[in-house]
């Protein structure tokens, strides 16, 4: 089983909001992954965990901040998002950091910011 | 720099018309070349890994090759259900790297 989730698929916000994007896996993945990924663009890393560690931020800003509850759960959470922040958000897992290993991408979250 | 060039971004092709989609690379040694296909508004869904030039993986009618500057996902007799974008994405090795992606080919098949 190579599936990762996703919730929700779909969120609408404001820029006054507080929201979070929750990601599970249950393959035994040790890395994971937040990439955003706008109209027509490829994705974009955003943050990479290691054993529940935050080992890459791609210089976001800190109105997104992400958290790794143990070692199946990623959640990021948004506060007073703007309007360009508005893409597909998408989760990644992959066995771990060190190895030849391909990441699994979740179905993402469709984030409108209004 | 890394750098992922995949052409062409558009392909339109007839329902059993067979072609080739190229992703052409530049890393400082290769850990692994990934190719992946993408609906759109969903998440991108994995093919295939290649680690060496002169490796091949097939799927149904996907068959992706490996050369040291390119690699190349052939599609044999498209179905309409293979309309999808067609992402190449490279790792490159010595520690952590991070993947850097191709912006795709979005690819038609007409009935």
């Known amino acids: 089983d190579t599936e990762v989730t996703q919730t929700p698929k779909h969120l609408v916000m404001g820029m006054t909001n507080k929201k979070s994007l929750k990601c599970e896996q249950h393959?035994?993945?040790?890395?994971m992954y937040w990439y955003k990924q706008k109209a027509k663009k490829p994705p974009e890393l955003m943050f990479v965990?290691?054993?529940?560690?935050?080992?890459i931020n791609e210089s976001v800003p800190s109105r997104f901040s992400p958290e790794c509850p143990n070692s199946s759960l990623l959640n990021l959470h948004l506060h007073a998002l703007q309007p360009e922040d508005s893409a597909l958000y998408l989760c990644?897992?992959?066995?771990?950091?060190?190895?030849?290993?391909?990441?699994?991408f979740g179905p993402g979250t469709r984030l409108l910011v209004l | 720099e890394d750098q992922v060039t995949q052409s062409p971004e558009a392909l339109r092709l007839q329902e059993g018309e067979s072609s080739s989609l190229n992703c052409s690379y530049t890393?400082?040694?290769?850990?692994?070349l990934f190719w992946y296909r993408q609906d759109p508004g969903k998440g991108p869904e994995f093919l295939f890994t290649?680690?060496?030039a002169g490796e091949e993986k097939e799927k149904e009618r996907l068959k992706a090759t490996l050369t040291k500057k390119e690699s190349f996902l052939h599609i044999t007799a498209p179905k309409p259900e293979d309309s999808a974008t067609y992402l190449c994405?490279?790792?490159?090795?010595?520690?952590?790297?991070?993947?850097?992606f191709g912006t795709g080919t979005k690819l038609q098949v007409i009935p």
């Open positions: 990644a897992s992959s066995q771990d950091l060190q190895r030849k290993e391909t990441q699994y």
């Open positions: 393959m035994g993945h040790r890395a």
């Open positions: 965990y290691s054993y529940e560690k935050l080992s």
């Open positions: 890393v400082s040694g290769l850990r692994g």
């Open positions: 290649l680690y060496s």
């Open positions: 994405a490279v790792q490159a090795g010595g520690g952590y790297q991070k993947v850097t």
